[in-house]
């Protein structure tokens, strides 16, 4: 699968699901890497002002959900997220864009580990660091 192959194909499957809702756009899709962002918008905010959390982690897991899928070793049907962290650095503004790059950091035959790095584009500073650990799941 080319790598514009692989962004138009996330890009569809997440059609009416929380990441299409969100507004997130993918830049490049490749095994062992995904890009991606989205430009801050009302939905993305807290009530109390600043940028939602969830907004960063869906940013991040969808990211490194998309790279696992992309990633699986022959024979896996899919993945489930066993495990997530992050750390929370900075925010962004209305009208900002937040990107990330996810990276494959380790791919077994049972779990994959992706890190993503989450940025405001506007400020150039760090908005979180996201970790997440994938079940690779066979069928039975």
Same mark, same amino acid.
């Given at each position: 699968m080319t790598e514009i192959d692989s962004v138009g194909r996330l890009t569809e499957r997440q059609a009416g699901k929380l990441p299409d809702?969100?507004?997130?756009?993918?830049l490049e899709a490749r095994p062992g890497f995904v890009s991606g962002r989205f430009m801050v918008g009302e939905h993305h905010?807290?009530?109390?002002?600043f940028?939602?959390?969830a907004s960063v982690i869906a940013l991040a897991d969808s990211a490194s959900g998309y790279g696992c899928v992309i990633s699986l070793p022959e024979g896996a049907?899919?993945? %489930? &997220?066993?495990e997530l962290k992050a750390n929370f650095l900075g925010t962004a503004k209305l009208g900002?864009?937040?990107?990330t790059e996810a990276r494959l950091v380790h791919g077994g035959? %049972? &779990?994959q580990v992706w890190d993503?790095?989450?940025?405001?584009e506007t400020s150039g500073k760090t908005t979180a660091l996201f970790r997440c650990t994938q079940m690779v799941l066979y069928p039975k």
């Open positions: 809702h969100l507004n997130l756009v993918w905010m807290a009530p109390n002002g940028m939602h959390a049907s899919g993945f %489930t &997220t066993v900002e864009v937040v990107s035959r %049972t &779990t993503a790095v989450v940025k405001n």
